[in-house]
T-cell receptor, first 109, second 112 residues
Framework: GIQVEQSPPDLILQEGANSTLRCNFS?????LQWFHQNPWGQLINLFY???GTKQNGRLSATTVATERYSLLYISSSQTTDSGVYFC???????????FGTGTRLTVIP | DAGVTQSPTHLIKTRGQHVTLRCSPI?????VSWYQQVLGQGPQFIFQ???????GRGNFPDRFSARQFPNYSSELNVNALLLGDSALYLC???????????FGNGTRLTVT
């Protein structure tokens, strides 16, 4: 299967700081999605972004499919941003998502 | 609108028993997928159903089975439970195959 690597594995930020999370994948993909899993285990879809750039409030994402990576930007971080961020990719037109190893973000007040 | 709903939220079973997990997709979504998330790892794909037909299956043993009903809800069944089946089981729905996934809150299964 396709390999999905995320960096950094862990990140601690002061509230108000900005951060960039990276996702590298080993092969061409049909789509890429970013998820946030909060401390209670709830997995929220942040972006569906097979290519290009999207923005949603303080979050934005960029996928460069030809170079097989995606970036998630978090600006003016808040304590509610804490949790694990997953990148997931899909090949073949199905909903068989391959999830990355995740980045655990902790935002301290 | 209600999101993806899963039941039960928590479950404790004994090795060798059988379990059925249930999922109701977002209204209008015809595709349901199941994922297993072991502590400390990302979710792993188990099954995908679209229009009541299996469209994809992950690398899981035959003890795992699923089905989708005419109202697009779904069940995941696991037979002969093993300790290693202890995990968070997540259901996700989408409008169609390949569109954004929306996950439920999961069922946390503990096998003792």
């Amino acid at each position: 299967g396709i390999q999905v690597e995320q960096s950094p594995p862990d990140l601690i930020l002061q509230e108000g700081a900005n951060s960039t999370l990276r996702c590298n994948f080993s092969d061409s993909v049909n789509n890429l999605q970013w998820f946030h899993q909060n401390p209670w285990g709830q997995l929220i879809n942040l972006f569906y972004i097979p290519s290009g750039t999207k923005q949603n409030g303080r979050l934005s994402a960029t996928t460069v499919a030809t170079e097989r990576y995606s970036l998630l930007y978090i600006s003016s971080s808040q304590t509610t941003d804490s949790g694990v961020y997953f990148c997931a990719v899909e090949r073949g037109g199905a909903n068989n998502l391959f999830f990355g190893t995740g980045t655990r973000l902790t935002v301290i007040p | 609108d209600a999101g993806v709903t899963q039941s039960p939220t928590h479950l404790i079973k004994t090795r060798g028993q059988h379990v059925t997990l249930r999922c109701s997709p977002i209204s209008g979504h015809k595709s349901v997928s199941w994922y297993q998330q072991v502590l400390g790892q990302g979710p792993q794909f188990i099954f995908q159903y679209y229009e009541k037909e299996e469209r994809g299956r992950g690398n899981f043993p035959d003890r795992f089975s699923a089905r989708q009903f005419p109202n697009y809800s779904s069940e995941l069944n696991v037979n002969a439970l093993l300790l290693g089946d202890s995990a968070l089981y997540l259901c996700a729905s989408s409008h169609r195959v390949g569109s954004p996934l929306h996950f439920g809150n999961g069922t946390r299964l503990t096998v003792t």
